[in-house]
């Protein structure tokens, strides 16, 4: 099935690394979305495009995180200078439109280890 | 206080028990309301959004309490597929971000 696909699904980077984690939508979703979910938490909102447009990046924990969708399909979550804080499963998901009410379908999720 | 706020669990129930999660927000212009289920080192799936007037899927049914800022899952004849963890998702008033719980855990016992 064409679901939402995620690339690496294991990342192992030493501390200092830059890591770019690229995200595969459903074709013609207009929504995606990047969460963050550390062991035993939630997932927690990275940010969020509609298109190629980022509408929201308020979840970024720092200067250091980058997302960019440029054709409005695929997009790719970029992390420079990896610390450990950033070891944790980074989801990608997808939804039909841009309403609020639609459903999210994730990715599998890509799991980042920073040495 | 936290945006979204669940008990954690662990429950741990038998087959075909009734059980019940809680689940409260903070921001009173939430609109949207859904319960997700995640499978241990898997993705979250959508269980069922919450409607204003109640909803229900076959032994789930949700509700919403606006007065109050809470919504709950009932799931009545547990069955031993229905082990995961339940997140409660809310969005944050009138934009599309969405603020997750961090889950109520539930374990179905033979």
């Known amino acids: 099935g064409a679901g939402v696909s995620q690339s690496p699904r294991y990342k192992v980077a030493k501390r200092g690394q830059d890591v770019a984690l690229r995200c595969d939508p459903i074709?013609?979703?207009?929504?995606l979305f990047w969460y963050q979910q550390a062991l035993g938490q939630g997932p927690e909102f990275l940010t969020y495009?509609?298109?190629?447009?980022?509408?929201?990046k308020s979840g970024l924990p720092s200067d250091r995180f980058f997302a960019e969708r440029p054709e409005g399909s695929v997009s790719t979550l970029k992390i420079q200078r990896t610390q450990q804080e950033d070891s944790a499963v980074y989801l990608c998901?997808?939804?039909?439109?841009?309403?609020?009410?639609?459903?999210?379908?994730f990715g599998p999720g890509t799991r980042l280890t920073v040495l | 206080r936290k945006e979204v706020e669940q008990d954690p669990g662990p429950f741990n129930v038998p087959e075909g028990a009734t059980v019940a999660f809680n689940c409260t927000y903070s921001?009173?212009?939430?609109?949207?309301f859904f319960w997700y289920r995640q499978d241990c080192r898997k993705e979250p799936k959508l269980l069922m959004s919450?409607?204003?007037?109640?909803n229900e899927d076959g032994r789930f049914t949700a509700q919403l309490n606006r007065a109050s800022q809470y919504i709950s899952l009932l799931i009545r004849d547990s069955k031993l597929s229905d082990s995961a963890t339940y997140l409660c998702?809310?969005?944050?008033?009138?934009?599309?971000?969405?603020?997750w719980g961090l889950g109520t855990s539930l374990a179905v016992n033979p």
């Open positions: 921001n009173s212009a939430s609109q949207s």
């Open positions: 919450v409607y204003s007037s109640g």
């Open positions: 998702v809310v969005n944050a008033g009138n934009n599309r971000k969405l603020i």
């Open positions: 074709s013609g979703h207009v929504s």
């Open positions: 495009f509609q298109n190629e447009a980022q509408l929201d």
């Open positions: 998901a997808s939804s039909l439109t841009g309403a609020q009410y639609n459903e999210q379908f």
